[in-house]
């Protein structure tokens, strides 16, 4: 993977990375309890075809590991 390649698929990216800030942004959460936040990065990274799991959630932690 080249660095024009990286930064060309950056930009194609841009407007799916826009609207996922934009739709946090605008539905703010409060610390340690950004549910809607944490499920909108975990689909957007699955739909990218990343293996994503939540172990951590059964720690009571909220975050996401990625394989």
Known sequence: MSKRWLV?????????YEA?????WEKP????????AAQSQIAL??????RVTDEAR??????????
């Not at 060309?8 to 799916?16: C, G, M, S, T």
């Not at 990274?45 to 990343?50: C, D, I, K, N, T």
């Not at 059964?58 to 394989?67: G, H, Y």
């Open 8 to 16: 060309h698929w950056l930009d194609e990216q841009k407007p799916v």
């Open 20 to 24: 996922l800030a934009k739709s946090i």
């Open 29 to 36: 959460e409060l610390a340690f309890q950004e549910h809607f």
């Open 45 to 50: 990274l699955r739909s990218a075809g990343f």
């Open 58 to 67: 059964q720690r009571q932690l909220k975050a996401f590991v990625l394989l």
